[in-house]
């Protein structure tokens, strides 16, 4: 039973990076990306909320990283809110340079259920999801990855 219950588990992780690695994103400006928008970067969607102090420690190494590393994008999807004006303050507040998109039942289709915030899907710059991190995501740990991936 366990293992049959294990072997379905690992069916359904296996198949969320292809619908992931196909994604279609509206920001706050209305503005879509895709991951081909973004060939040859890595590419992070970070899963947050505003309550989520896990989320709001990792905000200054994500702006951090957007802003002062070239081949790094960084898009913040901001889930359990209540209106696209709080998130729109809120980013304006925390000074966040990354678009920010209002995950709804169409960006959550596109990448699994969240049951965990922060959530942070990492793209090589080849457009493959190469890791899912749940929890606290620090610039260090991102670098880190991207140093052992290119070498």
Same mark, same amino acid.
């Given at each position: 039973?366990?293992?049959?219950?294990?072997?379905?588990?690992?069916?359904?992780?296996?198949?969320? *990076?292809?619908?992931? #690695?196909?994604?279609? +994103?509206?920001? !706050? &400006?209305? /503005?879509?990306?895709?991951?081909?928008?973004?060939?040859?970067?890595?590419?992070?969607?970070?899963?947050?909320?505003?309550?989520?102090? *896990?989320?709001?420690? #990792?905000?200054?190494? +994500?702006?951090? !990283? &957007?802003? /002062?590393?070239?081949?790094?994008?960084?898009?913040?999807?901001?889930?359990?809110?209540?209106?696209?004006?709080?998130?729109?303050?809120?980013?304006?507040?925390?000074?966040?340079?990354?678009?920010?998109? !209002?995950?709804?039942?169409?960006?959550?289709?596109?990448?699994?259920?969240?049951?965990?915030?922060?959530?942070?899907?990492?793209?090589?710059?080849?457009?493959?999801?190469?890791?899912?991190?749940?929890?606290?995501?620090?610039?260090?740990?991102?670098?880190?990855?991207?140093?052992?991936?290119?070498?």
């Amino acid at each position: 039973m366990l293992r049959r219950a294990f072997i379905l588990l690992m069916l359904c992780l296996l198949a969320l *990076p292809a619908a992931a #690695e196909s994604f279609s +994103l509206k920001d !706050l &400006n209305s /503005k879509t990306h895709t991951l081909a928008d973004y060939k040859g970067k890595w590419v992070l969607v970070n899963f947050w909320a505003t309550w989520c102090p *896990p989320c709001l420690e #990792e905000i200054p190494d +994500l702006i951090m !990283l &957007n802003d /002062k590393r070239k081949d790094v994008v960084v898009i913040g999807v901001a889930m359990d809110y209540k209106d696209k004006k709080e998130i729109a303050k809120f980013a304006d507040d925390n000074l966040m340079s990354y678009p920010i998109v !209002l995950g709804d039942d169409s960006v959550t289709n596109q990448f699994g259920t969240m049951d965990v915030l922060p959530t942070t899907f990492i793209f090589n710059p080849q457009g493959k999801l190469i890791k899912l991190h749940r929890g606290l995501l620090t610039r260090k740990l991102v670098e880190k990855l991207i140093s052992e991936k290119t070498r």
